[in-house]
């Protein structure tokens, strides 16, 4: 028997409450400020975010160094990123995101490769600045075609004090004015690798758009000149996504970052538009663009047909006639496929329930995929999300949705007992959690090694994903507990 909305509010009210008794009256009065159900017509989600977590119960949060090197800098293909510190955090960020890109490894894209400065105990006692400067020196020998290097500090360098600029500013004069962009994200910093993100944002801005000048003469400008800007291309998805603007007769001349370039990030302040998926890790530099380049900016949800096809629209209300009937031409053509998809996998996913707790935007964006599958979303939350987040995320949620800030590996475990969803949706470190629970799961930071989930292809690949791990027979073979106490 299906339930009211004020029963499942009643209900996630008393789950709350429940879960909060195991913490002490500190711990549980902190934690309460993070959970809640939407209420219809409120402006926010009604929770805190983007505050310290607790310690001692397992967040599930990054670091500052996470959201520089391992989302922003990173996917850029053509550049060397030094993880600059101790060995572990470059190989922890090594090649974990399927940032997909065009080149020749070791060549011209350097993506998969890490580059440490490897710490030791001595460079500690002594400082790494010199040590920083033989590993440029060794990466000007080794890798020629590189055409520029950031240097992506590590908790330990800003700790001793190393001054990454003055060396950073010393060799990029050295060789002829390269591009050296010394990045201060140590993983100390904020509370999340949301921090990681601004600052990087930042360091674009001071170190890649503000000594660019004219290096790009032969660049030709266009009307239809566009940016998609906060897409890492995990599994592709950048690139279905510039098929649909291309076919609408956009230009895209940056991809920020995934499989994109430090040419392209320098032209960006000559696009006309800046089209922007993940908000909350490039929302900075849009507004920065927009504030002393006149590029206006616009968010857009390419997962799954609905959220599609309003994007294409809204897009194309900032051109002419032209692009407009290009979007509702790309709708059109694209509709019979998704009218087949829709036709295979909905009569085997309608009325799922879903729980969702991701990063960046993939909590709000990815509910009108699933709905366009006949699928309900009742929970979701940010592990590292903003109070604009949440504000974004009302567009999206029904009245009744259970929403959680950070939530901790204990709560996460509560609430889908309690719920009993039929798939999970979160990251890695959760993965096996719910799996071993008989509760199926998809990794949806990174598509479970699939992809891409965006643009029209995307969707197909998505729908055939989700009912993969549903009706996978395998569930069959083990019991989740509360079928089991049954």
Same mark, same amino acid.
């Given at each position: ?54 310690? $001692? =119960?397992?967040?599930?949060? +990054?670091?500052?160094? /996470? ?5 922003? !800098?990173?996917?850029? @293909? ?44 001595k460079d500690i006692v002594f400082g790494g600045d010199k040590k920083l400067e033989k590993i440029i020196d060794e990466i000007e020998e080794l890798f020629p075609l590189n055409h520029g290097i950031t240097v992506q500090s590590e908790c330990p360098i800003g700790l001793i004090g190393d001054d990454i600029e003055a060396v950073s500013k010393k ?18 910093? $904020? =509370?999340?690798?949301?921090? +990681?993100?601004?600052? /990087? ?5 001071? !170190?890649?758009?503000? @000594? ?8 030709q400008s266009t009307p239809y000149d566009v940016a998609i800007i906060g897409d890492y291309n995990i599994g592709g998805d950048a690139w279905s996504s510039r098929i649909l603007l291309e076919e609408m007769g956009l230009r895209v001349i940056a991809q920020w970052s995934g499989d994109g370039t430090l040419a392209e990030l320098e032209n960006t ?218």
């Amino acid at each position: 028997m299906s339930l009211t909305v004020e029963q499942v509010k009643q209900r996630n009210k008393d789950l709350i409450k429940e879960v909060l008794e195991v913490y002490p009256d500190k711990t549980a009065k902190r934690r309460a400020k993070h959970l809640g159900t939407f209420e219809e017509g409120k402006p926010d989600c009604g929770v805190k975010s983007n505050i310290k977590s607790i310690p $001692g =119960v397992m967040t599930i949060r +990054g670091c500052a160094y /996470a959201g520089s090197k391992g989302v922003v !800098w990173g996917p850029i @293909k053509d550049m060397i990123h030094i993880s600059h510190g101790p060995v572990g955090c470059g190989q922890y960020s090594w090649a974990s995101r399927r940032n997909y890109y065009i080149g020749t490894t070791g060549i011209d894209t350097f993506v998969t490769m890490q580059f440490t400065s490897d710490f030791q105990e001595k460079d500690i006692v002594f400082g790494g600045d010199k040590k920083l400067e033989k590993i440029i020196d060794e990466i000007e020998e080794l890798f020629p075609l590189n055409h520029g290097i950031t240097v992506q500090s590590e908790c330990p360098i800003g700790l001793i004090g190393d001054d990454i600029e003055a060396v950073s500013k010393k060799k990029s004069k050295e060789y002829s004015g390269k591009t050296i962009v010394p990045v201060r994200c140590e993983g100390f910093r $904020g =509370v999340s690798q949301s921090l +990681g993100h601004h600052i /990087a944002n930042d360091a674009v801005r001071d !170190w890649v758009f503000d @000594k660019a000048g004219d290096k790009h003469p032969e660049f030709q400008s266009t009307p239809y000149d566009v940016a998609i800007i906060g897409d890492y291309n995990i599994g592709g998805d950048a690139w279905s996504s510039r098929i649909l603007l291309e076919e609408m007769g956009l230009r895209v001349i940056a991809q920020w970052s995934g499989d994109g370039t430090l040419a392209e990030l320098e032209n960006t302040p000559k696009a006309k538009l800046n089209v922007l998926h993940c908000y909350r890790s490039m929302n900075y530099i849009s507004r920065h663009l927009e504030e002393k380049y006149g590029v206006p900016w616009v968010e857009y949800n390419f997962f799954g047909p609905t959220k599609i096809a309003e994007s294409l629209r809204k897009i194309a209300s900032f051109f002419d006639d032209k692009i407009k009937e290009g979007a509702e031409r790309v709708i059109a053509k694209y509709q019979p496929l998704m009218d087949a998809v829709i036709a295979k996998y909905r009569p085997r996913l309608e009325g799922k329930k879903v729980m969702l707790f991701v990063g960046g935007l993939r909590p709000r964006h990815v509910i009108g995929a699933y709905e366009d599958l006949g699928m309900e979303i009742v929970g979701t939350g940010y592990e590292f999300g903003h109070n604009d987040d949440y504000q974004r995320t009302t567009h999206y949620v029904k009245d009744g949705t259970l929403i959680y800030d950070d939530v901790t590996g204990y709560e996460f475990e509560k609430f889908v007992e309690a719920i009993q969803p039929d798939l999970v949706g979160s990251g890695i470190k959760e993965k096996y959690v719910f799996q071993k629970m008989g509760v199926p799961f998809r990794q949806m930071h990174s598509w479970d090694y699939s992809g891409p989930y965006h643009g029209y292809d995307g969707f197909a690949i998505f729908a055939r994903d989700m009912d993969m791990a549903i009706n996978n027979p395998v569930w069959g073979m083990t019991k989740a507990p509360w079928k089991s106490a049954a």
